[in-house]
């Protein structure tokens, strides 16, 4: 049994008619020690699906499906049961990690907080704790961080403090929602060779939420790549890689090299923006940006085998040997 | 597609008429308090200072509805009359504070540097004076009146204005058209005249409607103390002060008074805060 | 940290003496003739020229207000005309009841404010919150010595739990004084609470859509511990600026509800200084009250240095 199998999640904003869905039937599984990806641009919906795999989707954002971790279904626990898990089970790692800590507490307060309320350990039992943590996420000069406030860390720094949060209770799972983005290239290399350490050691699963392929394909041994809420294709990394299915994914791993050319992203690349939730209609949602586009992507494609751990939805597609036509 | 369509935007036009109550609410308010003010100049349903001693404390009836006062006067008519007072000592107020206030922040934010900070220095310093404190110096030094309020309450609305407007304005100082109107020769009062003040106008004017309110309150509270508007003219606050005697024969004496300020600075309230909802489709949602 | 200390004094000191300067010259040049504002416009001539002499009025003006100043730093604020007792004295009897009533009526406001803000926050767009913001709404509407005039019709003359004014005076025992300065407290109170449960409540709303809050979920803190233990400290370094500029408005307003409750604290005192035209007390309790408002922002400014290790760490 996988440590958190995600089964036809659905995340949509309002009730009632009115209602969209922003994250459409997406399924997936993060085993213990492995390490998942989630790629797509922003606003496809990949954030949204780690959050609500906590339970803290934004107010007015509700989810519905399945979402078990370690056997039970998260989305059938109450409140109290989830704070249980969160921070303790869950490790979360955010994007920015200048607004993610508090301005006015001592990063020594801040790590040592989930130890508190999760394990009952005294102020002093935590504060030894978290100066092992800071020692264990390399930290130059643990001892003095402790009593440090975010705003006198570097980025880097800041970052890392935010993984000994995350890794304070020796979480089984961590969701890392784009852990380097906000850094500094030669610091995004630490950090994530850190993290390579660290599921490597504590055996926890990994969900890695980025837009950036070269982290993905770095990182993680199998990917699910999004595109307007839904899943255009997944497999293992290295297999999309060097032979990508979909259009979508074709489009990105073309897209790369550009960026090496000084482009800031790699979104312009592809002609188009992603629809707007409001504006998604049936049919293959990249159709207005696919070069192989045509009749039949009215119709929403199904996830389509293509060959051994591997789905793509398009139409479009040549047959693969050995794959089951749908 | 289409006609689901229909009926859709149809709710959705009606979302947007309730979108706003405040500035329905209030605006009605508001208008019906400036209505009666106007209509008391030329009319009001007694005479307000003519005393009948045989109709004293008459409670609240069809002939009087706010009953009479130990003089056997019209409360209503009372009211009515003592509304242009409290309506005029707050456009005066305002006036001066919005006036001076602006025109500080306009400059301020223009010079920066040393003006600005010297001028927020300035504005600091006012605060150390609110309306009350004011008006007891002026009723001190000059003797008590209407005209003391005024100054007292525009004085103390002066470092308010300020602000805002400085804050406003440099939001403004650093967008593009600025750059163009600097480039084309423009000196900093002309840009500020032209190019800053209408664009922070809606700013001030939901500011001008806020402190209206706040002038209503110290009005009546300075006529309370009898530092404001002197008898024989008929004031809300002074209204208020001469029914305390009669707190517990005459109840009615002091709560219509009350309510008709609760009333005129509520609405202008929910007023200003409307118009700063539908001018800043943000600040509704978020707060 | 130092530096702006000490920057934050100087700009103290200098407001404080630019108070003195515009009460002074509101009071003692603009009038004309003191002696005649003192005497009224019926005095005689004669007593006119001894008053004259008598306050030193024929020293030139920067005389007259550098002895005024000197006598300041000594302590001495000279004697009342109408009560024939030194003005410090005076000042120090009233300040018995209105440094009280100021704290009790602070105290309510801030911790009504409290509880309806964050009860607000907690509920944001749901019914709870519009209520407690149409209630706002309507306690920002009320004038203060109207509400006392309630309060005494209410509590006093129907219900008689408390009696319609006055003040035993502290002799007459702590829980007999402040009984007699709880309404009056109250009707100073609801407006400012009203002010500060709307600051409150933006100020949380703020804090609580930061990143920093969502980490603290995260975390595994509930809804309530993350708004306790991460959003309210840091919602508390606006709602501290507004504390700071409602102890204006209340010292002010106990100028007003002392009258409606006859209290014998510093306001009503300067109200019939007004009356007996004693200049001389209220030149220096308007400097004295003023000078309690520019401390009490002084001490804010302090206050964020303490809650805001950003602003202690700025060089």
Redesign the interface.
């Known amino acids: 049994m996988p440590l958190l199998d995600v089964q036809n999640l659905f995340i949509r904003i309002g009730r009632g008619e009115s209602a969209i869905d922003v994250v459409r039937d997406i399924s997936f599984s993060v085993g213990s020690g492995e390490i998942v990806g989630i790629l797509g641009e922003s606003g496809c919906g990949k954030s949204l699906t780690a959050f609500s795999v906590l339970g803290l989707l934004p107010q007015g954002l509700s989810a519905a499906g399945q979402i078990k971790f370690d056997g039970r279904d998260l989305l059938s626990l109450g409140e109290q049961d989830l704070c249980a898990l969160r921070g303790n089970r869950i490790g979360m790692i955010f994007q920015e990690p200048a607004t993610a800590l508090n301005p006015v507490q001592t990063v020594g307060d801040q790590i040592a907080e989930p130890l508190r309320l999760h394990t009952g350990m005294g102020k002093r039992e935590a504060r030894a704790e978290t100066l092992h943590l800071l020692e264990r996420i390399h930290l130059p000069n643990p001892r003095a961080a402790l009593d440090v406030y975010p705003h006198q860390m570097s980025g880097g720094q800041r970052q890392r403090v935010v993984i000994a949060m995350a890794l304070a209770c020796r979480p089984s799972l961590l969701i890392a929602d784009e852990p380097t983005t906000a850094l500094d290239t030669t610091v995004q290399r630490q950090i994530l060779d850190l993290l390579l350490d660290l599921v490597d050691e504590t055996k926890s699963g990994l969900l890695l939420i980025t837009h950036d392929i070269g982290v993905m394909a770095e990182m993680t041994e199998r990917v699910l790549v999004m595109y307007g809420g839904v899943i255009v294709e997944s497999g293992p990394t290295e297999k999309i890689i060097t032979d990508p299915a979909h259009p979508y994914t074709r489009a990105l791993l073309r897209a790369v090299p550009q960026r090496a050319l000084g482009y800031d992203t790699w979104l312009e690349s592809i002609p188009g923006t992603v629809p707007a939730p409001s504006e998604r209609l049936r049919g293959c949602l990249f159709r207005s940006r696919c070069s192989l586009a045509g009749p039949e992507c009215e119709v929403q494609p199904d996830l389509i085998p293509r060959g051994p751990d591997r789905v793509a939805a398009c139409w479009r597609l040549p047959q693969v040997d050995g794959s089951v036509p749908a | 597609m289409t006609t689901i369509a229909e009926p859709a935007s149809e709710a959705r036009r009606r979302i947007r008429l309730f979108r706003y109550p405040g500035l329905t609410v209030g605006g009605a308010i508001v208008a019906t308090v400036v209505g009666a003010t106007l209509l008391s100049l030329v009319w009001t349903p007694y005479s307000p200072l003519t005393m009948n001693m045989r109709q004293r404390f008459q409670g609240p009836s069809l002939a009087h509805i706010f009953g009479t006062d130990q003089f056997g006067r019209d409360v209503l008519s009372l009211l009515m009359v003592g509304a242009q007072n409290s309506l005029a000592v707050g456009i005066v107020a305002v006036a001066i504070g919005l006036a001076v206030g602006t025109a500080l922040g306009l400059f301020a934010a223009a010079r920066r540097g040393w003006v600005d900070e010297a001028v927020m220095r300035v504005c600091d310093f006012l605060f150390a004076f609110p309306a009350v404190l004011s008006a007891v110096m002026l009723a001190a030094a000059l003797g008590p009146g209407t005209g003391n309020a005024m100054l007292a309450i525009g004085f103390y609305n002066i470092p308010i204005f300020a602000r805002i407007a400085r804050g406003a304005a440099k939001g403004v100082w650093v967008r593009e058209f600025i750059y163009a109107a600097r480039t084309a020769g423009k000196g900093a009062v002309r840009i500020s005249l032209e190019h800053v003040l209408p664009n922070i106008l809606n700013i001030i004017v939901v500011q001008a409607t806020i402190s209206f309110a706040t002038a209503i309150l110290a009005e009546a509270a300075l006529s309370y103390l009898g530092l404001g508007t002197q008898p024989p003219a008929p004031s809300w606050g002074r209204m208020l002060h001469e029914s305390q005697v009669f707190l517990s024969r005459a109840p009615y004496l002091s709560i219509f008074p009350g309510l008709i300020i609760v009333l005129t600075v509520l609405g202008l309230n929910l007023l200003g805060d409307g118009m700063r909802d539908a001018l800043d489709p943000r600040h509704a949602q978020g707060r | 940290m130092k530096l702006s200390l000490l920057h934050r004094l100087l ?1 103290w000191a ?2 404080l003496l ?2 003195t300067a ?2 002074f010259l ?2 003692e040049i ?2 004309g003739d003191p002696a005649l ?1 003192l005497l009224g416009p019926d005095a005689q001539p004669d007593t006119l020229a001894a008053l004259r002499l008598q306050l030193g009025l024929d020293q030139p003006a920067y005389i007259r207000y550098g002895a005024w100043l000197a006598g300041m730093l000594h302590g001495d604020l000279g004697t009342s005309y109408t009560y024939g007792i030194p003005v410090t004295e005076l000042i120090g009897s009233r300040l018995k009841v209105t440094i009280p009533l100021a704290l009790l009526a602070m105290s309510l406001a801030i911790g009504l404010a409290l509880v309806l803000g964050i009860y607000a926050a907690s509920r ?1 767009n749901r019914p709870g919150d519009y209520g407690v913001m149409a209630v706002t ?2 306690g ?7 509400l006392g ?2 309060l ?2 209410f509590f006093s ?1 129907t219900l008689r739990w408390f009696s ?1 004014g006055g003040f035993p005076g502290w002799e007459a025992g702590f829980w007999p004084a402040m009984r007699a300065l709880l309404l009056p407290a109250l009707a100073l109170a609801v407006a400012q609470a009203a002010v500060l449960a709307r600051v409150v ?2 100020a949380l ?1 703020d804090v609580l859509g ?3 809050v ?9 809804r309530a511990q993350a708004l306790r ?2 959003a309210l ?2 919602a508390l370094i606006p709602v501290a600026t507004v504390i700071g ?1 409602q102890f ?2 209340l ?3 106990t ?2 509800i002392e ?2 409750f006859s209290l014998p604290g510093l306001g009503r005192l ?2 019939q ?2 009356n007996q ?1 004693d ?1 001389m007390v ?1 030149k220096n309790v ?1 400097v004295f ?2 000078a309690i ?2 401390t009490v ?1 002084f001490v804010v400014d302090l206050f964020y240095l303490a ?4 602003l202690r ?1 700025a060089s």
Do not use: C, Y
Request: no cysteine.
């Open positions: 700009s200098v407001t630019a108070v515009i009460v509101v009071l603009l009038p504002v944001h709404q309507i920002v509407a009320i004038p203060s010595f109207w005039m309630l005494i019709l003359l319609a409540r933006a709303l930061e990143d920093f969502r980490t603290a979920r995260a975390k595994g803190l509930t233990r991460h400290r840091n500029l204006a408005h010292l002010a307003g100028i007003v009258n409606v300067i109200f200084s007004i035209r200049l209220i308007v009250l003023a408002v520019i922002n809650i805001d290790p950003r760490h």
